[in-house]
């Protein structure tokens, strides 16, 4: 079987469709441990050399990228597994390019479960790989996809690195991501980085960076949700964050123009997800902190009560759920 088409299926996140490939060119006990391994992945055990590989390879790839949307203690556990499984085998195959991806699947399921020294292990792994093979790249095609790869990696690791407050590493990492992207990224892609290089901007204290970059993240975001309406939460993440960069130059009024604006935005989601509630809760408390800056006392009160209320909400049905679970 040739190993460049399933590389290219599972790249493209459908490992299923290799199942296809399998039974119409595989040997017939390889098929039927095909069948059998998704009920019990023994099945392979009796399958040898490149096969097992290649159904090994199909079931990680595919539990590490269902995971990787979920966002409970079990999926995380599976998806840090599953993952780490997924990257190994790829690289054993000559599959390098898979790598990253996977191991960035893995690092973002370790951070959700607070395990950030295993996460940057994974990301610095997943760096590793792309510049190699940005130095081994044959030509400029092949030099850009792995670009994007490491654009992504670099991108993740300054928001790591962010959210553990070791700001200079942030700092360093969102840059240079943000280089990258600009040269190689999707639009939404760049304006990922550029509001996250704005938020980590902010905590090293590059004020007018900051600024210059959430204008320019805002006018892509708002381009991109005429289009998307899926990109309102991130369009409404870069708002409360360029809202907190306006509350630190003392720019209150307009700072509570843009908590407003993703006030709103947050509360269009949530009549669809409940789970967003928690943004509108947090979102709340700004306009109150920003309402005790105007000096508007009563206001900043009524939304700070607001957000308990909303937060109350949110844990009951926390409580709930445990009780029926």
């Known amino acids: 079987m040739e190993l460049a088409k399933i590389g290219e299926l599972i790249k493209n996140r459908k490992p299923l469709e290799v199942l296809e490939l399998i039974k119409s060119e595989a040997p017939k006990e390889v098929v039927e441990a095909s069948q059998k391994m998704f009920e ?24 590490s990228y269902l995971t990787s949307q979920m966002d409970d203690n079990q ?47 994974s990301y610095r792994e997943a760096e590793r790989i792309c510049r190699t093979m940005i130095e081994d790249s044959k030509d400029d095609r092949e030099k850009d996809d792995w670009l994007k790869e490491l654009g992504a990696v670099l991108n993740d690791l300054g928001v790591l690195y962010y959210e553990t407050e070791k700001f200079k590493e942030a700092d360093r990492y969102i840059s240079e991501a943000l280089e990258i992207r600009r040269k190689v990224a999707k639009p939404l892609e760049l304006a990922e980085t550029l509001a996250n290089a704005g938020a980590i901007y902010i905590a090293t204290k590059k ?18 949700v005429e289009k998307d309406e899926l990109v309102k939460f991130d369009l409404a993440i870069a ?9 630190k130059l003392a720019k209150f009024e307009r700072a509570e123009e843009l908590y407003l604006e993703s006030l709103n935005l947050f509360k269009e989601l949530a009549k669809e997800n409940e789970d967003f509630d928690q943004f509108i809760a947090t979102t709340l408390k700004y306009l109150g902190d920003v309402n005790k800056d105007l000096k508007r006392y009563d206001k900043a009160k009524d939304y700070y009560l607001e957000s308990k209320r909303v937060f109350a909400e949110i844990q009951r049905r926390v409580e709930e759920r445990k009780l029926k679970n």
């Open 239 to 247: 708002l409360s964050n360029f809202g907190r960069l306006y509350r």
């Open 75 to 121: 999926a995380l556990a599976s998806c840090v597994v599953s993952s780490l499984n997924a990257s190994k085998i790829s690289l054993g195959m000559g599959l390098e390019y898979l790598a990253p991806t996977f191991l960035r699947n893995a690092a973002k399921a370790l951070t959700m479960m607070k395990m950030t020294s295993q996460a940057e292990r």
């Open 207 to 224: 004020f007018y960076e900051a600024e210059e970059l959430f204008k320019e993240s805002e006018r892509i975001y708002r381009e991109l």
């Open 40 to 63: 019990d992945f023994s099945a392979i055990d009796s399958i040898n050399g490149q096969w097992r590989d290649i159904l090994a390879l199909v079931y990680y790839s595919h539990f």
